[in-house]
């Protein structure tokens, strides 16, 4: 009789995904073993090469459909895995380079350890966001704070520090508005 640790050996085994379709012999002999019991087939043996055919007919026919939303999403994501036109600025030394934005993943990390955290798909895409934001702006200091989970819409909160005197134009243009009026 076989032992434990023998049927686990050959689960696995069986249990190995095919480099090309992604599917196992053990998940495949499942659901024939259920749709045979299921109809309770008469005479099973003799069709049992169609049945599996026809279960590997409907699993690649099982192709999931794109969805507008998702597509929609992937568009206006796509923007932040672009790199913004570094060839016009001037390079700098290294050693006068005062980074503006922390390592986030790296922070990101020990939070994880930790149990807490967005998740690295979630807070790699802010990381991308924020960098985006250090590249269009003049800022010293750049600090992700945190989310706020809202009941309509979720808010991404960082703290900005503008470098002394290099503030945005918009931000005068309002101070100046707000000293005439």
């Not at 099973?44 to 939303?69: H, M, P, Q, W």
């Not at 001037?90 to 986030?104: F, K």
Request: charged share 40%.
């Amino acid at each position: 009789m076989a032992s434990q640790a023998m049927i686990d050996e050959a689960k696995s085994f069986l249990k190995k995904e095919s480099p090309d379709t992604k599917r196992n012999v053990y998940d495949h002999f499942c659901s024939i073993l259920h749709s045979v019991l299921e109809g309770r087939t008469q005479n099973a043996v003799d069709i049992f090469e169609d049945l599996s055919a026809d279960k590997k007919d409907e699993t690649e026919g099982n192709t999931r459909e794109i969805d507008e939303r998702e597509v929609f999403v992937a568009k206006l994501q796509s923007s932040l895995f672009e790199k913004t036109n570094i060839e016009d600025a001037d390079p700098e030394p290294e050693d006068e380079v005062d980074m503006p934005l922390p390592d986030l993943m790296d922070i990101s990390y020990y939070f994880e350890q930790a149990g807490v955290g967005l998740g690295r798909e979630e807070t790699f895409k802010i990381f991308l966001a924020l960098k985006n934001l250090v590249d269009t702006h003049t800022l010293r200091d750049v600090r992700f704070w945190g989310k706020i989970f809202g009941t309509v819409k979720n808010y991404i909160v960082a703290e900005v520090e503008y470098r002394e005197g290099e503030e945005d134009e918009d931000v005068e243009e309002e101070e100046g508005e707000e000293k005439v009026q």
